[in-house]
Structures are given as C-alpha cells and as structure tokens.
C-alpha cells in the first residue's frame, strides 16, 4: 500500500513557474515508477510526465516536453514536478501516481495508487 498527498499548486501568472510535490508513504516506494497525470474541468485524465523507480529513465507527454521535469528522491520518498513558462492552458488539477507492475507509463489504468490532487491555475 502507497499513500500519495501532492502539493505546490496554486495560482501562477502565464510565464511563471510551479514546482509541484509529491509524498509517498508506505513500503516500497522505491519499487514503484512514479507518474504526473493532470485533469482540466470537462476533460479526460492526460499523462504529464512519469519516471522510473532507478530515476534513470524520464517521459514527457510530447505537448509539455521542454517545459516540465520529473526527478525523485528515494530517500525522502518524494517525486517533483518542476513545471516551466507556464500557460493558462496548464491549469488543472495535477496527480502523481504510483506503478508498479507496468511500463505503459503514459496509460493511467495501469497505475496502482493516486494521490488527491493538488489544483493549479494559471493566468493570462
């Protein structure tokens, strides 16, 4: 069992920067690839970003590559999401996940555990 709770949203002007957190809780966090999936109002679930449990290994949705960072610390159980020039199309609510037993990092039915969410907004 994995429990996630994200924070770091909030509201950030258009061209600004988020670095949105993730804390894990539970055994074998470091056994787990991490995800970053976001959800605007009256859309579906879309992959952000996702690395491996190693941290060698990082994938980008091809519509943010460039402008986000995956990284985690095994240690401090805790995966990050440095998000970059922001824009107002960026807000949503953001969730980290948890894998396990799946390298289809961009599909979130494959993945085990999900935090609560943590809101961004972006301005224009």
């Known amino acids: 069992q994995v429990q996630l709770v994200e924070s770091g949203g909030g509201l950030v002007q258009a061209g600004g920067s988020l670095r949105l957190s993730c804390a894990a809780s539970?055994?074998?966090?470091?056994?787990?690839?991490m995800g970053w999936f976001r959800q605007a109002p009256g859309k579906e679930r879309e992959f952000v970003a996702a690395?491996?449990?190693?941290?060698?290994?990082?994938y980008y949705a091809d519509s943010l590559k460039g402008r986000v960072t995956i990284s985690r610390d095994n240690a401090q159980n805790a995966v990050y999401l440095q998000l970059n020039s922001l824009k107002p199309e960026d807000t949503a609510v953001y969730y980290c996940?948890?894998?396990?037993?799946?390298?289809?990092?961009?599909?979130?039915?494959?993945?085990?555990?999900w935090g609560q969410g943590t809101q961004v907004t972006v301005s224009s």
């Open positions: 996940a948890a894998l396990r037993r799946s390298s289809r990092y961009a599909n979130p039915d494959d993945y085990d555990y």
């Open positions: 539970g055994r074998s966090f470091s056994s787990y690839a």
């Open positions: 690395v491996s449990w190693t941290n060698h290994n990082t």
